[in-house]
């Protein structure tokens, strides 16, 4: 790589960490100024990040700050996987900061701030080498997570922020045992020094490596929102600002990108005696997930609550599909990642416009009366008025509603369901499928049928009403963001072989971490040799 093009890799750290910090000696009445530095950096960091991605297609990306050799000095990598996850990151938080910008950003202090502090600890996971830098970055997007979870205030949003927080930290706390013990057995916290001495470790302190392994994976899977630690996530995400749900559901993302990464990287087929250590556990737990999703998401009254379900159900799928293992069905489980939370995004903010309109409680009122039939005997004799005159916003939204319908029930043609038929062929293609692949394909099944089940319930509720009802008043910039995750999922769709041929050699080297390890551990001015395939 050339000088310019190394540099690249540490800009979406220190962009949003310099734009942030500025942000907060601007005063908050200027709010048109920090908007603009704002979604001004946001749209740099997107144009990083596919640069970086463009990069990430030939070769794997090393930056060592200040020159220090591995596993001495902090060290900056970027893949495939990771270039993956720093594009999807920037065009969610592109289209929540726009959307934002509507209202949101006045109803708090230091939101822009926030937000590019989160976008901090967001890139620098998926960027760094090292555990310790991963425990940093992971307090630094915790703590502007605290924040934005609590932005907007409100009673039933500061309960469910100040849940979030005590989890979360008893979670910081974990992942930070879990690191100690980790590094009290190898003497390193370099990813990939860690590949290279895990299957050295003796018998004696084997048992203590995967001690701290396994209290490293609880951290990082209470992130994730797996079964039974997913309690505080429904509270939560329906309860945050729309656009600020709208980025979680990159939040817990992070947590099965790091549990991908690591597990493979440290714990597979060449680690000796841990080899797939836990994966029995984390097949059953992302099952579990999505059973838990599917009830909750067929129990759901409330449009948010149904949302955060439904991200439940997209992380048990991608951790079951990780636990299964094998390059085709961890490259699909990628490519629903991708397409779910984008559909996930859109949907947050989605939510916010077609509920404006609506009475409180009108929920409650629809399940009741489906319950009691709360109809007039009098009002049958009367004539029906044929037809409802569907208002132009509300038919924009109605379109947006179905899109996102079907991109969560994985219904063609939208790139849901290419995900999803990819993820069940790639299950069924060896010619003895294990009953726990059995088992994932009805439960992947079912969820789609759930969902479909309860978006057409939650979309008649909204949009099959009387004409007497509001039309609620939806502004361009609030509608244009939705549209636009809406259209990249579009874009999947059209460009599905390119996408997935990108998805499956991403799943590739992750499985295979060779070329990840000897990049990182070369000489700085040496280069490994490329040994992964350009497919």
Same mark, same amino acid.
């Given at each position: 790589?050339?000088?310019?093009?190394?540099?690249?890799?540490? $800009?979406?750290?220190?962009?949003?960490?310099?734009?942030?910090?500025?942000?907060?000696?601007?005063?908050?009445?200027?709010?048109?100024?920090?908007?603009?530095?704002?979604? /001004?950096?946001?749209?740099?960091?997107?144009?990083?990040?596919?640069?970086?991605?463009?990069?990430?297609?030939?070769?794997?990306?090393?930056?060592?700050?200040?020159?220090?050799?591995?596993?001495? /000095?902090?060290?900056?990598?970027?893949?495939?996987?990771?270039? $993956?996850?720093?594009?999807?990151?920037?065009?969610?938080?592109?289209?929540?900061?726009?959307?934002?910008?509507?209202? %949101?950003?006045?109803?708090?202090?230091?939101?822009?701030?926030?937000?590019?502090?989160?976008?901090?600890?967001?890139?620098?996971?998926?960027?760094?080498?090292?555990?310790?830098?991963?425990?940093?970055?992971?307090? $630094?997007?915790?703590?502007?997570?605290?924040?934005?979870?609590?932005?907007?205030?409100?009673?039933?949003?500061?309960?469910?922020?100040?849940?979030?927080?005590?989890?979360?930290?008893?979670? @910081?706390?974990?992942?930070?045992?879990?690191?100690?013990?980790?590094?009290?057995?190898?003497?390193?916290?370099?990813?990939?020094?860690?590949?290279?001495?895990?299957?050295?470790?003796?018998?004696?302190?084997?048992? #203590?490596?995967? +001690?701290? +392994?396994? *209290? &490293? /994976?609880?951290?990082?899977?209470?992130?994730?929102?797996? %079964? !039974?630690?997913?309690?505080?996530?429904?509270?939560?995400?329906?309860? +945050?600002?729309?656009?600020?749900?709208?980025?979680?559901?990159?939040?817990?993302?992070?947590?099965?990108?790091?549990?991908?990464?690591? %597990? &493979?990287?440290?714990?597979?087929?060449?680690?000796?005696?841990?080899?797939?250590?836990?994966?029995?556990?984390?097949?059953?737990?992302?099952?579990?997930?999505?059973?838990?999703?599917?009830?909750?998401?067929?129990?759901?009254?409330? #449009?948010?609550?149904?949302?955060?379900?439904?991200?439940?159900?997209?992380?048990?799928?991608?951790?079951?599909?990780?636990?299964?293992?094998?390059?085709?069905?961890? /490259?699909?489980?990628?490519?629903?990642?991708?397409?779910?939370?984008?559909? &996930?995004?859109?949907?947050?903010?989605?939510?916010?416009?077609?509920?404006?309109?609506?009475?409180?409680?009108?929920?409650?009122?629809?399940?009741?009366?489906?319950?009691?039939?709360?109809?007039?005997?009098?009002?049958?004799?009367? !004539?029906?008025?044929?037809?409802?005159?569907?208002?132009?916003?509300?038919?924009?939204?109605?379109?947006?509603? &179905? @899109?996102?319908?079907?991109?969560?029930?994985?219904?063609?043609?939208? @790139?849901?369901?290419?995900?999803?038929?990819?993820?069940?062929?790639?299950?069924?293609?060896?010619?003895?499928?294990? !009953?726990?692949? %059995?088992?994932?394909?009805?439960?992947?099944?079912?969820?789609?049928?759930?969902?479909?089940?309860?978006?057409?319930?939650?979309?008649?509720?909204?949009?099959?009403?009387?004409?007497?009802?509001?039309?609620?008043?939806?502004?361009?910039?609030?509608?244009?963001? *939705? +549209?636009?995750?809406?259209? $990249?999922?579009?874009?999947?769709?059209?460009?599905?072989?390119?996408?997935?041929?990108?998805?499956?050699?991403?799943?590739?080297?992750?499985?295979?971490?060779?070329?990840?390890?000897?990049?990182?551990?070369?000489?700085?001015?040496?280069?490994? !040799?490329?040994?992964?395939?350009?497919?």
């Amino acid at each position: 790589m050339t000088s310019l093009v190394e540099h690249l890799l540490i $800009v979406p750290i220190v962009l949003p960490l310099f734009v942030g910090a500025a942000l907060l000696f601007i005063d908050e009445r200027r709010r048109g100024l920090k908007a603009t530095t704002n979604v /001004g950096s946001t749209v740099a960091l997107a144009v990083v990040a596919f640069a970086l991605l463009n990069l990430a297609g030939s070769q794997t990306g090393v930056y060592r700050l200040g020159g220090w050799p591995t596993p001495v /000095g902090i060290v900056l990598v970027v893949d495939r996987l990771a270039a $993956v996850m720093l594009v999807l990151t920037s065009l969610l938080a592109l289209a929540s900061v726009v959307f934002s910008l509507a209202r %949101w950003h006045r109803a708090g202090r230091h939101f822009h701030s926030l937000f590019q502090f989160l976008l901090m600890g967001l890139n620098g996971a998926f960027l760094t080498g090292d555990l310790f830098n991963l425990f940093v970055f992971f307090e $630094v997007l915790l703590a502007a997570s605290y924040g934005l979870a609590l932005h907007g205030s409100g009673v039933a949003r500061v309960k469910a922020g100040l849940h979030y927080i005590a989890v979360n930290l008893a979670g @910081s706390l974990l992942f930070l045992i879990g690191v100690s013990l980790i590094y009290g057995v190898t003497g390193t916290l370099n990813m990939a020094d860690l590949a290279t001495r895990i299957p050295q470790v003796s018998a004696d302190d084997r048992m #203590l490596l995967e +001690a701290g +392994a396994a *209290v &490293l /994976g609880v951290a990082l899977l209470l992130k994730a929102g797996i %079964w !039974p630690l997913s309690f505080w996530l429904p509270t939560t995400y329906s309860a +945050a600002a729309s656009p600020v749900a709208a980025l979680f559901s990159i939040m817990t993302k992070v947590g099965i990108y790091l549990v991908l990464r690591l %597990w &493979l990287l440290l714990f597979g087929a060449g680690s000796g005696a841990s080899a797939y250590f836990g994966g029995d556990w984390l097949l059953l737990g992302g099952m579990a997930t999505i059973a838990f999703g599917v009830i909750g998401v067929l129990a759901s009254q409330r #449009l948010g609550w149904l949302a955060a379900y439904c991200v439940l159900v997209s992380t048990g799928t991608v951790l079951a599909a990780i636990a299964i293992g094998g390059i085709g069905v961890t /490259g699909s489980a990628l490519f629903y990642l991708v397409s779910s939370t984008l559909a &996930l995004g859109a949907f947050f903010m989605l939510i916010e416009l077609v509920e404006r309109g609506r009475e409180p409680g009108a929920d409650v009122i629809a399940v009741t009366r489906e319950v009691f039939s709360d109809v007039d005997e009098e009002d049958l004799d009367e !004539p029906d008025e044929i037809g409802v005159t569907i208002p132009a916003t509300m038919a924009v939204m109605g379109i947006a509603f &179905l @899109s996102c319908a079907l991109l969560l029930a994985g219904l063609p043609p939208l @790139s849901g369901f290419i995900a999803k038929f990819a993820l069940l062929a790639a299950l069924l293609d060896p010619a003895a499928v294990a !009953p726990a692949s %059995w088992a994932f394909l009805a439960l992947v099944i079912a969820s789609g049928l759930a969902t479909l089940i309860a978006m057409t319930r939650g979309g008649m509720r909204v949009f099959w009403s009387s004409s007497d009802r509001a039309v609620p008043r939806v502004r361009v910039i609030e509608m244009a963001p *939705v +549209a636009a995750l809406l259209c $990249v999922c579009t874009v999947l769709t059209i460009e599905a072989g390119p996408v997935m041929s990108y998805m499956q050699a991403a799943s590739r080297s992750v499985h295979q971490p060779d070329d990840y390890v000897q990049s990182v551990l070369a000489a700085p001015g040496e280069h490994a !040799p490329d040994s992964r395939s350009g497919s």
